[in-house]
């Protein structure tokens, strides 16, 4: 079991900045991959940032260039400086991570309880 907790939502003005901070704990073997997805109302979720263990990082093309995700393999946690932030980028934010535990036999997506970013224009 993987249980992710995230931080770091709140209300900006557009052109501000915030960070996202996710953390998961439980019995972790290894993790393939964290990232960050998010909602808006009325819209399909969407993949806003994904990394792996060894760094490669994926980016959703609407923040390119403004959006930077990082992680720390050690303590298992991943990070995206959100900058430059837009009306278009209000959503709910939710922590993903692909993660292999002692007791299960593949990877396996796990979800974090999402936090609301809000920008106003």
């Known amino acids: 079991q993987v249980h992710l907790v995230e931080s770091g939502g709140g209300l900006v003005q557009a052109g501000g900045s915030l960070r996202l901070s996710c953390s998961a704990s439980?019995?972790?073997?290894?993790?393939?991959?964290m990232g960050w997805y998010r909602q808006a109302p009325g819209k399909q979720r969407e993949l806003v940032a994904s990394?792996?263990?060894?760094?490669?990082?994926n980016y959703a093309d609407s923040v390119k260039g403004r959006f930077t995700i990082s992680r720390d393999n050690a303590k298992n946690t991943v990070s995206l400086q959100m900058n430059s932030l837009k009306f278009e980028d209000t959503a709910v934010y939710s922590c993903?991570?692909?993660?292999?535990?002692?007791?299960?036999?593949?990877?396996?997506?796990?979800w974090g309880q999402g936090t609301q970013v809000t920008v106003s224009s």
């Open positions: 990394i792996t263990s060894r760094g490669s990082t």
């Open positions: 993903h991570a692909a993660a292999l535990t002692y007791y299960g036999g593949s990877y396996s997506n796990y």
């Open positions: 439980g019995t972790i073997l290894s993790i393939n991959s």
